[in-house]
């Protein structure tokens, strides 16, 4: 029987601060920055971003858009052109003993909801950057990168969409 991985995620915030020398006078200013760490306990995912396919532009056809997990290489098919924005796969860390099996699985196929109503679009394909069935490196951790492909309707309603897919690692 196999172990379901959790997700874990730490935070820590950090403030610096930053003296100026000028002449004979001290002048200090103090400037918050945000610091980030993730701890990973045997047998457990991460996220570490989501899903992105970027802005697009969708013309009288319909057409798709596909995000590469390995590479975040985007490309479109059909009446749907790219107009920047950051594409990118989703990117999980999980962390087990090294040299363990495990098994990567999805859930259902998301829908995404347009932010108003009034429109979906369809994502009909997630893909991983490698086997669903792996055996982790001696260090104990694996990059797992999950894209996928879009379907645009022709003439697209405009708008933000967006919608969740789980991601489930079973350790054996």
Same mark, same amino acid.
């Given at each position: 029987? &196999?172990?379901?991985?959790? %997700? +874990?995620?730490?935070?820590?915030?950090?403030?610096?601060?930053?003296?100026?020398?000028?002449?004979?006078?001290?002048?200090?200013?103090?400037q918050?920055?945000?610091?980030? /760490?993730?701890? @990973?306990?045997? @047998?457990?995912? !991460?996220?570490?971003?989501?899903?992105?396919? *970027?802005?697009?532009?969708?013309?009288?056809?319909? *057409?798709?858009?596909?995000?590469?997990?390995?590479t975040? /290489? +985007?490309?479109?098919t059909?009446?749907?052109?790219?107009? &920047? *924005?950051?594409?990118?796969? #989703?990117?999980?860390?999980? %962390? #087990?003993? &090294?040299?363990?099996?495990?098994?990567?699985?999805r859930g259902p196929l998301?829908?995404l $909801? +347009?932010?108003? *109503?009034?429109a =979906?679009? $369809? !994502?009909?394909? @997630?893909?991983l950057?490698?086997?669903?069935?792996?055996?982790?490196? /001696?260090?104990?951790l694996?990059?797992? +990168? !999950?894209g996928?492909?879009? /379907?645009?309707?022709?003439?697209?309603m405009?708008?933000?969409?967006?919608? $969740?897919?789980?991601? =489930?690692?079973?350790y054996?």
């Amino acid at each position: 029987m &196999g172990t379901i991985a959790t %997700y +874990r995620l730490g935070r820590i915030a950090a403030a610096c601060a930053l003296a100026i020398c000028s002449g004979s006078s001290l002048q200090a200013a103090t400037q918050a920055a945000n610091g980030k /760490a993730i701890t @990973l306990r045997p @047998l457990s995912i !991460v996220k570490l971003r989501d899903l992105d396919f *970027g802005r697009l532009a969708s013309g009288t056809t319909a *057409g798709t858009v596909v995000i590469d997990p390995t590479t975040d /290489a +985007r490309s479109t098919t059909g009446g749907v052109l790219a107009a &920047g *924005g950051t594409p990118l796969a #989703a990117q999980f860390y999980t %962390y #087990a003993t &090294g040299n363990q099996t495990l098994q990567v699985t999805r859930g259902p196929l998301p829908v995404l $909801n +347009r932010a108003g *109503g009034g429109a =979906t679009m $369809n !994502v009909t394909q @997630l893909t991983l950057n490698g086997p669903v069935l792996r055996i982790i490196g /001696a260090a104990g951790l694996l990059d797992l +990168r !999950v894209g996928g492909t879009l /379907a645009v309707a022709a003439n697209q309603m405009d708008g933000t969409y967006s919608g $969740n897919f789980d991601i =489930t690692v079973t350790y054996f």
